[in-house]
């Protein structure tokens, strides 16, 4: 048994899309120890050959986070796989790695966005596919939670194999393949101000961007300091956006972005300092792919966006001769569905955005330069391509604390039966076709948290007026649940 064995953790740090929780109360060594061997014991149920299995594990920059990948190592290791130690990475770059590397699995280690305080897992199969809710995370917490394994070195052998242990950097194959995707770059000025947030992106910009050298890069916050000193590293909240909105306001940018800690999520704003929704910027994004050959080829591709997108996402890929395809909220959900559907493209209103050219997995490297060739490709400031694409009112999320979100859900429900109702994630009613005058469109969404008393509500309506009236409405119903 490793010598950590026995330490105290919480069951409750296995989440729908990912493991993470508060370290060392809720997550700790012995944790991440049971959770490595039980991951490696999920991915041979798959292994019909028996052969050695291959698991590439990174880790972000987390005071803690160098000795729980110790311990995550050494459960690999008691379960005689091969490993390749990437060393810090960012999220997406882990995903290129499992790919690259041809690894049967991967495990980052990283709490994304959370305070300093919180550490955590993101596992993923061949392909990085996603480990999640309904796809391998409760046979994994099961597994652990019990925590009877067979001895060191017993576990796929009656004998201990001697596995070395790879230790390798892949970050300038990783920086070349950004390269090759977007040549025309290379020669295209541009004024940006990139906020690194202090997380993982400063191991990765400034030295991608030397490959784009006609781009002009002020780079803010750009030491690897995961106490995060200057602001939480989440570009979803419009606080964490002031420093790049201040560049705009002095006249020295072509556009900002901003990302959150692990690097897999980016949010931005136009020349002007204005914030850019994260679905408007899927909407962006799907316009960028009738531009290119490839896709031109294809008639009706799909593209994947969630669905508390604003309605102008839909009806743009639509425009454009795209399907929409309506997606729950979560990474692990989106990417099932864009492989299911073989979409060129997803996008997330929290700033996650995926790609089929990079593995169907989240990239805001790939997001950033999209949205740089698409301004190339246009000829046009950033404000002028989103503009016309902000043509309806929306609430953003709202939180209500609810006892019992089962009940409120279903009272909510009762009371809208006249709309077009789905259930894909939580409940969604619309009031949007052609039987209904424009001004009075209008839909909402109501989404429970997995972990806390809390319903998510997100509303758009045509008209700010019709907004600000049915959000009343349904604050109304929903105090009176709380």
């Known amino acids: 048994m490793h010598k950590i064995a026995e330490k105290k953790w919480s069951e409750n740090i296995f989440k729908a899309y990912d493991i993470r929780g508060k370290y060392p109360g809720e997550i700790n060594e012995d944790a991440a120890y049971r959770i490595a061997r039980a ?72 709490a994304s966005h959370n305070p300093a305080v919180f ?107 995961m106490t995060f000193p200057n602001h939480e590293a989440n570009p979803l909240k419009a606080e964490n956006l002031k420093d790049i909105q201040n560049e705009a306001e002095i006249g020295d940018q072509d556009a900002g972005v901003s990302f959150d800690g692990d690097g897999d999520r980016v949010g931005f704003v136009d020349e002007k300092g204005d914030i850019i929704p994260g679905d408007i910027v899927t909407a962006l994004l799907a316009r960028y792919f009738t531009w290119k050959p490839d896709f031109q080829m294809e008639t009706g591709f799909p593209v994947v966006y969630d669905l508390r997108s604003s309605r102008a996402v839909r009806e743009e890929i639509e425009r454009y001769g795209m399907r929409a395809v309506e997606s729950r909220v979560g990474h692990a959900f989106i990417k099932a569905l864009m492989r299911k559907e073989n979409a060129v493209f997803g996008g997330e209103v929290s700033g996650h955005y995926y790609f089929r050219d990079f593995f169907f997995c989240d990239s805001a490297v790939f997001a950033v330069l999209a949205v740089l060739d698409l301004m190339r490709i246009e000829k046009k400031p950033l404000s002028e391509l989103v503009e016309p694409l902000m043509r309806y009112a929306k609430s953003g999320e ?16 009762a009371q809208f039966q006249d709309g077009r109702v789905s259930y894909l994630d939580g409940i969604k009613v619309e009031y949007w076709d052609e039987s209904i005058p424009p001004v009075k469109r209008w839909w909402f969404n109501l989404r429970p948290s997995n972990t806390e008393d809390l319903i998510r509500l997100n509303l758009e309506a045509a008209t700010p007026e019709l907004l600000e009236k049915k959000k009343k409405l349904l604050e109304e119903l929903l105090r009176e649940q709380g």
Do not use: W
Request: aromatic fraction near 8%; proline fraction near 3%; include cysteine.
């Open 398 to 413: 709202i939180n209500f604390e609810v006892q019992n979100k089962d009940k409120a859900m279903d009272v909510i429900a």
């Open 39 to 110: 991951f490696a014991r999920y991915l041979k149920l798959g292994n019909a050959d028996g052969r050695l299995l291959k698991i590439a594990v990174s880790a972000d920059a987390r005071a803690s986070s160098p000795s729980l990948k110790e311990a995550f190592l050494e459960g690999l290791e008691n379960e005689n796989v091969e490993i390749i130690d990437a060393g810090i990475t960012t999220t997406p770059m882990h995903y290129f790695i499992v790919n690259r590397a041809e690894a049967d699995g991967g495990a980052m280690i990283t």
């Open 119 to 225: 550490n955590g897992v993101k596992l993923c199969k061949k392909g990085a596919v996603p480990i999640g809710e309904g796809a391998g995370m409760g046979e994994i917490k099961g597994d652990a939670v019990r925590g009877i394994f067979a001895a060191a070195g017993e576990a796929a052998h009656s004998e201990k194999i001697k596995i070395e242990l790879k230790r390798k950097d892949f970050l300038d194959e990783y920086i070349n393949f950004f390269e090759e995707k977007f040549p025309e770059l290379k020669t295209h000025g541009l004024k940006l101000s990139a906020c690194m947030g202090n997380g993982m992106a400063t191991i990765l910009l400034p030295k991608l961007f030397k490959k784009f050298p006609k781009i002009k890069v002020k780079f803010i916050h750009s030491e690897l300091d």
